[in-house]
């Protein structure tokens, strides 16, 4: 059995170049976590750490550090965000942007799938050097029935205003839970 989750996210901004995606003040080279068509622009990170990612977004500051993950225990949460920018508004100046997400399992079979997400829908246009957080995000935890291994998550974008479409994707990998109690929020960190 799996448990797999679909959450609303809080939205905002942070700096960057429409289509063009930085690492350490550089432009970033071509990699399959991210892709653009059209001048528009999409990256996807993987974290097991959202809330940290929120807390950071929602800080008014030039740049935006989002944790990454490559491996998550089963039973803990693996979320993808989808940070974009150079979206086309329509004739209102708003901006019409979905994604479908697929997640396969170590054998290459299908784990799970979420069509029509909201990435940016009627919502007005991201200014000109800044990019916007993805109003949804998918995640997964893992059960523990489910292969420990390498998953893959394909995400194909489309702002439709510009009829641009592309696919970016990421890999993580699920491992046996710990022993170890993790800590949670309220509780102190040994």
Same mark, same amino acid.
């Given at each position: 059995?799996?448990?797999?989750?679909? !959450?609303?996210?809080?939205?905002?901004?942070?700096s960057?170049?429409?289509?063009?995606?930085?690492?350490?003040?550089?432009?970033?080279?071509?990699?399959?976590? !991210?892709?653009?068509s059209?001048?528009?622009?999409?990256?996807i990170?993987?974290?097991?750490?959202?809330?940290?990612?929120?807390?950071?977004?929602?800080?008014?500051?030039?740049?935006?550090?989002?944790?990454?993950?490559?491996?998550?225990?089963?039973? +803990?949460?693996?979320? @993808?965000?989808?940070?974009?920018?150079?979206? +086309?508004?329509?004739?209102?100046?708003?901006?019409?942007?979905? @994604?479908?997400?697929? !997640?396969?399992?170590?054998?290459?079979?299908?784990?799970?799938?979420?069509?029509?997400?909201?990435?940016?829908?009627?919502?007005?246009? !991201?200014?000109?050097?800044?990019?916007?957080?993805?109003?949804?995000?998918?995640?997964?935890?893992?059960?523990?029935?489910?292969?420990?291994?390498?998953?893959?998550?394909?995400?194909?974008?489309?702002?439709?205003?510009?009829?641009?479409?592309?696919?970016?994707?990421?890999?993580?990998?699920?491992?046996?839970?710990?022993?170890?109690?993790? *800590?949670?929020?309220?509780? *102190?960190?040994?």
């Amino acid at each position: 059995m799996r448990s797999l989750f679909l !959450i609303i996210l809080l939205l905002s901004s942070l700096s960057a170049s429409a289509g063009q995606w930085y690492q350490d003040e550089a432009i970033a080279e071509s990699r399959p976590d !991210i892709g653009s068509s059209n001048g528009f622009g999409a990256m996807i990170i993987m974290t097991t750490d959202s809330q940290e990612a929120l807390r950071n977004w929602a800080q008014p500051t030039r740049g935006v550090y989002l944790p990454r993950s490559e491996t998550v225990e089963k039973g +803990r949460p693996m979320e @993808a965000l989808i940070v974009f920018s150079g979206c +086309r508004p329509n004739d209102k100046g708003n901006c019409v942007v979905a @994604a479908d997400y697929k !997640i396969l399992k170590p054998d290459g079979s299908l784990y799970a799938k979420y069509e029509d997400t909201e990435v940016w829908r009627n919502k007005p246009v !991201i200014p000109a050097g800044r990019v916007g957080l993805a109003v949804d995000r998918v995640g997964l935890i893992a059960d523990p029935d489910d292969p420990i291994g390498e998953y893959k998550i394909h995400c194909t974008v489309r702002d439709t205003i510009a009829n641009s479409e592309f696919t970016i994707s990421a890999g993580f990998v699920v491992v046996e839970a710990s022993k170890k109690p993790h *800590p949670t929020a309220d509780a *102190p960190v040994e």
